[in-house]
């Protein structure tokens, strides 16, 4: 069977004539046609204008809305991908984008699995054959020399985290190059990457690095193009310490605070603590990792608007003031993980994409430990439904079998 059977395609006006006849070549070649009724409509990735928007909803409800990225992965895949993970929303920069690290500390894997989920992309705990980006901060690790081996086959990059934090600084997805391994120009001693609307300028020799569009067809526009609305609309929003941000970290969080009509508020003094709970006074929005500490207390008794990371990442790409409440992942829960589930071992089944993510996600902020495989080790699987192989051989080992609810119901009582 043909990758794209079943796929009856529309080129966007945003694609240059080159790309869509490569896009039409490849299609065509590979099951797609671009007869009618339509299924998808491919435009160019960042680009999604509003005559995109008034063709896909003039033509039906149920038109998919993918970037070209999408055609380019399908084929690497060999096997369609899921559309929703596509998006040309030039808000979504990670659109397209299936993450993994190694070897970097937890809060780093949590900013990053944070930043690329809200914006548009996928995260993995393990390296599956299905990753684009494993980031690394030195090579050598399994992970780092698999994912070398398989690049040529795969098409992986592994890069610094530097990438993301620029990126996420400028709003807008940069080019890797300056970025990748096995020798990465950020981390060359002596040399100097600034960014400007161009592209990635090398301080050291003064030569200007391709703009994005060169190298990879998109052309972005950073006066703004793009942006969503400025859902802050002048909050002042003060970024908890809890959330262990390095310097480059925190510079482009606050960037894109200040993008979307915000206000940062800096709690500066040789307590940081102290200063921290008083400049909850002056802020609107508190964002930290734990429902702990003085500055948390005094921002929940204050009334203050109070959610995590994840959820800072997702309103300023949605552009929407969503409730931090809405989500689990958007609420800061207590340290140390849930009693009597913290270091336990936890196993899934029956979930697949999406939803298999999320449960991931929430194994993690309860403080136990996900395992792909189930063991005799492991004390409790969740399921999508049953029989299955997992359930038949967990309930032959006692081994408690429950569906997501019963995790959520954990997290929500912490207990």
Same mark, same amino acid.
């Given at each position: ?26 299609? *065509?070649?590979?099951?797609?046609? #671009? ?13 999604? #204008? ?8 003039? =033509? ?40 993994? =690290?190694?070897?970097?500390? =937890? ?9 690329? $989920? ?11 054959? *299905?990753? $684009? ?12 020399? $698999?994912?070398?081996? !398989? ?68 052309? !972005?526009?950073? #006066? ?15 970024? +908890? ?26 709690? *500066? ?13 002056? +802020? ?12 948390? !207390?005094? =921002? ?19 552009? $929407?003031?969503?409730?931090?409440? *809405? ?89």
């Amino acid at each position: 069977m043909a990758v794209f059977d079943g796929v009856h395609y529309i080129l966007s006006p945003s694609l240059p004539p080159s790309r869509r006849h490569e896009l039409a070549s490849i299609l *065509d070649l590979n099951g797609a046609t #671009s007869t009618g009724p339509h299924t998808h409509l491919i435009a160019l990735g960042g680009s999604y #204008s509003h005559h995109d928007k008034q063709s896909a909803e003039s =033509a039906n409800t149920t038109l998919k809305v993918v970037s070209d990225k999408w055609v380019d992965r399908s084929i690497v895949m060999g096997k369609i991908q899921s559309e929703q993970y596509y998006s040309p929303d030039p808000a979504m920069i990670f659109s397209g984008t299936v993450a993994c =690290a190694t070897d970097l500390p =937890a809060s780093d894997v949590e900013v990053l699995s944070a930043g690329i $989920t809200a914006l548009g992309g996928q995260w993995r705990i393990g390296l599956t054959r *299905d990753v $684009t980006h494993l980031f690394a901060l030195r090579p050598g690790s399994d992970k780092y020399n $698999t994912a070398l081996h !398989f690049a040529p086959h795969t098409h992986m990059s592994i890069v610094t985290p530097h990438w993301f934090d620029d990126s996420v600084r400028l709003g807008r997805r940069l080019p890797e190059t300056p970025y990748l391994w096995p020798d990465p120009v950020v981390l060359r001693p002596g040399v100097a990457l600034t960014l400007d609307e161009d592209g990635i300028n090398n301080g050291d020799s003064k030569r200007k690095r391709p703009r994005t569009s060169d190298i990879t067809g998109e052309d !972005f526009n950073l #006066s703004g193009a793009g942006e969503k609305e400025r859902v802050w609309e002048g909050r002042k929003v003060l970024l +908890c310490r809890s959330l262990e941000l390095s310097e480059s970290q925190r510079g482009a969080v606050e960037a894109g605070i200040k993008r979307s009509g915000g206000i940062v508020v800096k709690a *500066d003094g040789v307590d940081g603590n102290e200063a921290e709970e008083k400049a909850v006074d002056t +802020c609107d929005v508190f964002v930290t990792r734990w429902r702990s500490g003085k500055a948390y !207390f005094k =921002a929940a008794r204050a009334s203050r608007l109070i959610g995590t990371l994840t959820w800072l990442f997702s309103v300023e790409s949605s552009g $929407t003031l969503h409730s931090p409440l *809405d989500s689990l992942l958007w609420y800061p829960v207590p340290r140390g993980g849930i009693p009597g589930l913290a270091g336990c071992e936890i196993s899934i089944t029956n979930y697949t994409g999406t939803a298999r993510d999320y449960l991931k996600r929430l194994i993690s902020l309860a403080g136990a430990k996900f395992t792909p495989s189930l063991s005799m080790d492991n004390k409790v699987l969740i399921a999508g439904f049953q029989p299955s192989p997992k359930t038949t051989r967990a309930l032959a080992w006692s081994i408690p079998v429950v569906n997501h609810t019963w995790l959520e119901d954990c997290i929500v009582e912490w207990r």
